[in-house]
């Protein structure tokens, strides 16, 4: 198997080829490691090859059975593999001695897992330039950032690595690095994919998993393989489609009500692209029969500070107690060189937060779920701009400070769509739509009700349908 045959599958692709003994197991992940050796010293998104890929156990018949896969080295742990999360001093920690659920179900769905991906440190950006491991580099821009916090997840798939990879979202880090990379970014509804058995739960719910890639269709068959809460799990799942996501896609779908809006806070300045994207969308979901109009957000102006105030609490929170525990785990405090100065400042504002202000900002956040829900009752889906524009130059998201409100205002000025969903739990999905005048993609974000996860992959197969996605000018390259 070549460059070019490699490339021109998506993973469910390869998967047939080797299940038709056109290829064989060896030759694609041969493929796969000839990419990486071309392209990664330019892009920095694999930071742990692994020496041998894990033990392929699964079906034949699995979906992927033996296409190649990365995990982003947060989340989804590897028995027998650190996970640093991009920090000095997370390497301290010992390997993980079991799968998460997540990483199990990944195996069992045929993914030959064989390498980790960088990210920021501890995921606390929308860029993935962290000091441990160096900047990852968009595919279609060396000098443009990936996205964060999955942006070495996305920059291998953009990049032609693997046709899909692991990612994770806090307040967009699936759906930011996959539309700054041109590529395919679902969060699920809360609750739709396991993060046990070691996590508690991660962000009071903020948190989801996923993965970004290259085709709806692989988006769809992921879904299904990795679908469903874990024992003891804070969150039910909702029930998937009687007969999987990626049969839906198979199907007509309904013609649905989506709603146009991209209200945003005074400190939003949404380029020309981002708009021109909502525009080309809205026309072309039109033109498909969808009843496309803008809508006006069942919320008051202030409450769109919501997003940000309960990012900010969480993230602040969270390291405080994470510092806490991997003290105990580690046996001392990080040195000053082991950790970011962003990350030390926002565990120390976690340990000044009263158990008053994070309960009110939790509050907060459940109200603004609730007065957003009725949105839902005039539409099916929102559309809104995927980012404030395209993928900005290395270097504009610093972290060598300590104000962390500063920071996530920064972040969130970038992404003012995103984190509504991470508050409200609703899932919510990116799809590249066009390219700026510099030839970067822009993308779009639609939305809907928990549960209504198959709504968004229809209508972006849709969309994908009707207007094909281009690859990196790194991938065409190497055709």
Not at 268 to 275: G, T
Not at 358 to 387: C, K, N
Not at 416 to 434: R, S
Not at 450 to 468: K, M, Q, T, Y
Request: some cysteine; glycine content about 8%; charged content about 20%.
């Amino acid at each position: 198997m070549n460059r070019a045959d490699y490339l021109a599958q998506d993973g469910l692709g390869l998967a047939e080829l080797i299940r038709r003994r056109d290829v064989s197991l060896d030759e694609v992940l041969a493929a796969a490691r000839d990419i990486i050796a071309a392209t990664n010293p330019l892009i920095n998104a694999i930071v742990d090859l692994l020496p041998a890929p894990t033990e392929l156990s699964a079906d034949p018949s699995a979906d992927f059975y033996g296409v190649p896969f990365l995990l982003k080295d947060i989340g989804a742990a590897l028995r027998g593999a650190r996970t640093t999360g991009a920090c000095r001093y997370l390497t301290q920690q010992p390997p993980v001695q079991v799968d998460d659920e997540l990483t199990a179900r990944f195996k069992r769905a045929g993914l030959c897992i064989f390498g980790k991906t960088n990210l920021p440190e501890l995921g606390f950006n929308v860029t993935t330039e962290p000091d441990l491991y160096g900047p990852s580099r968009n595919p279609w821009n060396v000098a443009r950032s990936t996205g964060g916090s999955s942006g070495g997840s996305a920059a291998a798939v953009a990049a032609g690595m693997v046709p899909l990879a692991h990612a994770t979202d806090g307040a967009g880090s699936i759906r930011i690095p996959a539309a700054a990379c041109g590529l395919v970014g679902i969060k699920p509804s809360r609750g739709a994919l396991p993060q046990g058995p070691v996590h508690a739960d991660i962000y009071a719910g903020l948190v989801s998993e996923g993965v970004v890639s290259r085709s709806v269709r692989d988006s769809a068959a992921a879904l299904d393989a990795v679908y469903g809460a874990d024992a003891g799990a804070p969150y039910g799942a909702p029930p998937p489609p009687a007969a999987g996501f990626l049969d839906a896609l198979s199907r007509p779908g309904p013609r649905l009500r989506i709603g146009i809006n991209h209200q945003h806070l005074d400190d939003v300045a949404l380029s020309p692209e981002a708009l021109l994207a909502v525009e080309t969308a809205a026309k072309l979901l039109a033109d498909l029969g969808h009843h496309v109009a803008p809508i006006a957000l069942p919320i008051a102006e202030g409450d769109l500070h919501v997003p940000r105030c309960v990012y900010l609490a969480q993230v602040c929170a969270q390291a405080a107690a994470d510092a806490v525990e991997l003290g105990r785990l580690i046996g001392r405090a990080p040195a000053e060189d082991e950790m970011e100065s962003i990350n030390l400042a926002a565990a120390e504002a976690g340990q000044r937060m009263t158990a008053a202000d994070y309960l009110a900002s939790i509050r907060a956040g459940q109200i603004f779920a609730r007065r957003m829900a009725l949105l839902w009752d005039d539409i099916d889906v929102l559309l809104t701009p995927a980012l404030a524009g395209p993928a900005p130059k290395l270097g504009a998201f610093p972290t060598d400070h300590d104000d962390v409100e500063l920071h996530v205002a920064r972040m969130l000025r970038f992404s003012p769509f995103t984190a509504t969903y991470n508050v409200t739990g609703e899932p919510a999905i990116t799809v590249p739509v066009l390219q700026s005048d510099e030839g970067l993609p822009v993308g779009i974000q639609l939305a809907t009700s928990l549960g209504n996860d198959v709504a968004l992959l229809c209508l972006a197969h849709e969309i994908e349908s009707a207007r094909p996605f281009a690859k990196s000018p790194l991938l065409r390259q190497l055709l």
